[in-house]
């Protein structure tokens, strides 16, 4: 039976208020949503929506609307060029007002805080956002029965009667209440877990209208690795997996190292899960990414200097290993001969004694260069300029930088850790990330072997085989029952999934 999908995307315009550009899990789930609507979008079924704080529902919102925001996103500092859209303009649509300037001036000096003050201010945020969340859920539940009375009383007077003039007719095009059927899927791709009660969301949806429910689960990080993680994250992330679990109908996860600490952590709890983890294939690259500039930015060191390390800094990504490593490269062979590192990537969390080890070594004598809030065009220009990538992560649910520089055709070596070595496969070079003498090893024998490093290349250019987004649509259609099994099949070769196992 075909069923109409509905794809919650709250958590993508919760971001966008207080972020100046998109991390990994906003990236992802937009390719997915971009995806099925391609694939699906022009026969109806795919729906997206937003959450009605008021009546503890949903709202519809247009696509148009969601790559609108999408497009602040990734093209922040153009899009405050442009001038202000009009009230039919995307951005505009299902009632998301265009970011003025002040707040978006407002969200980049968030991000120039310390680590420490940033980190306390967006929780102070956070929990006044939650309360009023719940002052406004109290004074809608307080007024619904009034309301549904109000309503009763009007349709037993003569029914349905046209608005009173100065009054707004509800929209049936954005009512979630007149348009899911029971059979019909809510699924979230995203991290939802900052709702204050996204498990009593899902279960009183379920129950009013005879929805199914479906989740992507990117990692378990904040339950595995705790030590990684703030404190109310690890808090906040546990309640909402233990609550949420239960609740869904199916679970796909990113790799099979997420699948398996899934079941796992359900095992542990006692928690029954319907049925097995999907695992779903994690498209290559960006589709929306820019082409390189074509004047070389003064933020970006010169083509053939560096080597690239994509990632927010925060502990777990392991920026400290690598600080060390370049540290030992400079004080054992000529400092000429040792590329500069680039960190691209916004300063995150647990990092303080990191940051303050880069600045009293003036950032190993400028040896190691920061780029903060890179546009889409920089990252091209970034990744098509540097020698290699290195990803160094203690833990990752999949690693889009290490398949996003092998799709440029640069080399990556990487940590052996979770679900790397499924993302890297036999292509990139491994070391352990717990260990600085191995890492130094792998990374100083590809410097000093220029030629090899050419012939690495040239493997990758002639051997890596990207993974097109369609896929990942087609198999999460897949898998909600709505792509047709053959169809599903086709996308990838032989049948076969990401994780080996064939989907049926």
């Known amino acids: 039976m075909t069923r109409n999908l509905w794809f919650d995307v709250e958590d993508l315009f919760e971001y966008a208020a207080s972020n100046p550009r998109p991390s990994g899990i906003q990236r992802l789930a937009y390719e997915i949503y971009r995806a099925v609507q391609q694939s699906h979008g022009a026969l109806g079924g795919i729906h997206f929506v937003r959450h009605d704080q008021v009546h503890g529902t949903f709202t519809v919102v247009s696509w148009a609307t969601v790559t609108g925001l999408f497009d602040q996103l990734t093209n922040a500092p153009e899009a405050e060029r442009r001038s202000r859209p009009g009230p039919s303009s995307p951005a505009r649509a299902g009632g998301i007002a265009a970011e003025s300037r002040p707040r978006w001036l407002a969200r980049r000096l968030v991000h120039r805080l310390s680590p420490g003050v940033r980190q306390r201010l967006l929780a ?23 309301v549904a009375r109000l309503r009763r009383a009007a349709s037993r007077r003569g029914g349905a ?22 059979g019909d899927m809510l699924v979230v791709l995203g991290a939802p877990w900052s709702h204050p009660d996204y498990a009593g969301l899902i279960r009183q949806t379920k ?87 074509a004047v070389a930015s003064d933020r970006l060191p010169p083509a053939g200097s560096y080597a690239l390390f994509v990632s927010t800094i925060e502990a777990r990504k392991n920026h400290l290993l690598l600080f060390r490593v370049w540290r030992r490269l400079l004080e054992e062979m000529p400092p000429d001969s040792v590329p500069t590192l680039v960190f691209a990537g916004r300063v995150g969390w647990l990092v303080e004694d ?55 055709g640069k080399p990556c070596i990487v940590a052996r850790s979770s679900s790397l070595p499924e993302a890297g496969g036999r292509l990139a070079r491994y070391f352990d990330p717990e260990n600085v003498s191995d890492a130094y090893s792998v990374i100083r024998a590809v410097i000093e072997d220029p030629e090899g490093l050419r012939a690495w290349q040239a493997e990758i250019v002639r051997c890596f085989e990207p993974v097109p987004w369609a896929a990942t649509g087609h198999a999460i259609l897949h898998y909600l029952s709505m792509a047709p099994r053959d169809d599903a099949r086709a996308t990838m070769s032989a049948g076969v999934s990401h994780d080996g196992d064939r989907w049926d």
């Open 124 to 146: 102070a945020a956070r929990l006044q956002l939650q309360a009023g969340f719940a002052l406004v859920d109290l004074l809608g539940f307080v007024t619904a029965g009034a």
């Open 161 to 182: 009667r046209s608005a009173a003039p100065g009054q707004t007719p509800p929209d049936p095009a954005r009512d979630f209440a007149a348009l899911a059927r029971p």
């Open 207 to 293: 129950t009013r209208y005879g929805v199914m429910f479906a989740v992507l689960i990117f990692d378990i990080i904040p339950i595995r690795r705790p030590e990684w993680c703030d404190r109310g994250l690890v808090r906040i992330f546990r309640a909402w997996f233990l609550a949420l679990l239960p609740q869904a109908d199916i679970i796909l996860a990113i790799s099979r190292s997420t699948a398996d600490d899934v079941e796992d952590f359900a095992a542990r709890n006692d928690i029954p899960l319907r049925a097995r983890v999907k695992v779903i294939p994690i498209g290559t690259g960006f589709g929306g990414m820019a082409p390189a500039p």
């Open 354 to 408: 990191l940051m303050k080890q880069l600045e009293n070594t003036d950032y190993l004598n400028r040896k190691i260069r920061l780029v903060e809030d890179v546009s889409d065009a920089e990252l091209a220009g970034l990744y098509r300029g540097c020698q290699f990538t290195l990803f160094p992560s203690l833990y990752e649910g999949w690693g889009l930088p290490v398949t996003e520089s092998m799709a440029f």
